[in-house]
Structures are given as C-alpha cells and as structure tokens.
C-alpha cells in the first residue's frame, strides 16, 4: 500500500550529537569517564522515571545534582555543557517540511516533559502534524504501545483536518499501520515499529536515509 504518513526519532536522528568535546570536557571535570556521565544521564533510574512522565526533567536533573556532589544552583549550566554538541540537521528538517502536507508526518520520541517546549523553542513544530512524546502517553520504544499511540493521533489529525473541509467532500480513510513508516537511530525500535505493521528505516546516514525515503514513496 502506498505510504501516506511519515514518523521520525529525534535523537541520533533530527538531532545528533556531533561534537564529543564539550560532554567529554564536563566529565572530566566531574572526574568521570565520558559513558559513564551518558549512562547516568540518559540511563539511570531517574532518567528512566523521566521519560514515562513520573518525574519530570527539572526533577530528574535535581536528583543528577546530588548524586554528582553538585550544587542544585549548577543544574542547568550542567545541563547545558552536556548538551553543548548536539547539533540540529536543518537538511532532514526542510525535508520534512517538504513531505508535510502531502504526507501526515509525526515525531515519536523517547524523551522528557520539556521536549514539546524545546520543539517550538527552536521552531520545526510545524514539521509535524503529531508529535509523540514518550513523558507525555507513558510509555516508551520499542513497545508497541507507543506506536500505536502515534498512529492513533496522526489519524486524530486527520480527521480533525476532515471535519473542516467544506460539506459535502470526501473523507479521509482511515490510515493504515502499513501505510506508515518510522525512522529512527536504534534497530531494536525499528523492530518495535514493524511489529504493529509499520515500515521502518534505519537511521545511520542522513543522505542514506533520504534516498530510502525517497525511493518508498
């Protein structure tokens, strides 16, 4: 069936960390190891409560404070070097700007309550008809749940798209789990994907990627 919506990650994906110095000059002044100060942030309890929305962003880097030795005043100049080489990929975005509007296009992202903010702060919100945040439905990649969640909102969209269209035109059919695709950096989340019926694309280069998403639609 032709594809007629389009989903993608954000992290490793719209947004990659390009640049190893600025994370690998904190953990040495923290007097870590560079995967180490990863796996605290990104892979710690805290972190993990964090991005099912049971604690929020602001409190899991309260708790990194204190298990750090660092005052809670440094919180968010940390914050700051951690993520001081992460790059956006202003291409991938343009690109989906092209493909939205004549896809529905969506975001499914394991990530924290800031996120939404984050999006609009650096205006791509507009990419995207839906935008999935692991924090905000409760539930993460690769479950399934999480998919489906997405594919509910995007058709939610779309019917609210319907709604306003003048009397007496067609309506949109329902959109289908194999009429979707997702891209995403981590092939256990691909797997997740496709288990509800999805396509799924493998993020490992950018240019790579937009000629498989080219030649699927």
């Known amino acids: 069936m032709p594809i007629r919506a389009i989903f993608f990650d954000l992290g490793g994906v719209i947004l990659r960390t ?29 972190s993990r409560k964090a991005s099912i929305g049971t604690l929020t962003a602001d409190e899991h880097w309260a708790a990194l404070m204190v298990r750090l030795g660092r005052p809670a005043s440094e919180a968010q100049k940390l914050r700051d070097e951690f993520f001081g080489g992460d790059v956006l990929d202003y291409e991938l975005i343009q690109l989906i700007r ?29 990419c995207f008809d839906c935008i999935t945040i692991s924090a905000e439905v409760g539930v ?32 949109s059919r329902s959109i289908q789990a194999n ?3 997702f891209v995403d950096d981590f092939q256990v989340n ?7 019926g999805m396509q799924g ?17």
């Not at 240019?207 to 030649?215: G, P, T």
């Open 140 to 171: 993460v990649k690769p479950e399934v749940r999480i998919y489906q969640v997405a594919l509910e909102q995007v058709q939610a969209c779309a019917e609210r798209d319907g709604a306003s269209q003048p009397k007496g035109a067609l309506k």
């Open 179 to 181: 009429e979707a695709v």
């Open 18 to 46: 390009e640049y190893q110095t600025p994370r690998q000059y904190l953990a040495e002044r923290l007097n870590m190891e560079y995967d180490d100060l990863v796996r605290l942030v990104f892979e710690s309890e805290t």
């Open 190 to 196: 691909i797997e997740g994907c496709e288990k509800v």
């Open 98 to 126: 092209a493909l939205h509007g004549k896809y529905r296009t969506g975001l499914i992202s394991n990530a924290w309550d800031d996120l939404r903010q984050y999006i609009a702060r650096q205006k791509f919100d507009d």
């Open 201 to 217: 694309i493998l993020f490992e280069d950018p240019d790579e990627v937009k000629q498989k998403l080219k030649a699927l639609l």
